[in-house]
């Protein structure tokens, strides 16, 4: 029903910016619920941000680890969302993946991977020291 393709990952030093992109195709993407996760090498997939479909609210949500750094939005013209991130650290190092869920009311957890469908294939973020 949906397709995510991620783009804009490279490779830059820490205290750089980077900004990716997550297109999106098929029907009713304005109704879905985006989010960004990351995966480093040995470790699970984690939540770094997500961003509610604005019949849903519109709220936006954010990892601890880059609140204040990364800002999650959406082009629903353009069926794409974004992660722009700022003031990179190393440890940010990994492949990041765009998720969907399908739209409607929803009040639970958004951090979980289980909550979303969709998955695109990931982009690689590398951030040297």
């Known amino acids: 029903q949906l397709q995510l393709v991620e783009s804009g990952g490279g490779l830059v030093q820490a205290g750089g910016s980077l900004s990716l992109s997550c297109a999106a195709s098929?029907?009713?993407?304005?109704?879905?619920?985006m989010g960004w996760f990351r995966q480093a090498p040995g470790k699970e997939r984690e939540f770094v941000a997500a961003?509610?479909?604005?019949?849903?609210?519109?709220?936006?949500y954010y990892a601890d680890s880059v609140k204040g750094r990364f800002t999650i939005s959406r082009d629903n013209a353009k069926n794409t969302v974004y992660l722009q991130m700022n003031s990179l650290k190393p440890e940010d190092t990994a492949v990041y993946y765009c998720?969907?869920?399908?739209?409607?009311?929803?009040?639970?957890?958004?951090?979980?991977?289980?909550?979303?469908?969709?998955w695109g294939q990931g982009t690689q973020v590398t951030v040297s020291s």
């Open positions: 961003s509610n479909a604005a019949s849903n609210g519109g709220s936006t």
């Open positions: 098929g029907r009713s993407f304005v109704t879905y619920i």
């Open positions: 998720a969907a869920r399908a739209g409607g009311y929803y009040s639970g957890i958004y951090s979980r991977p289980g909550v979303y469908s969709y």
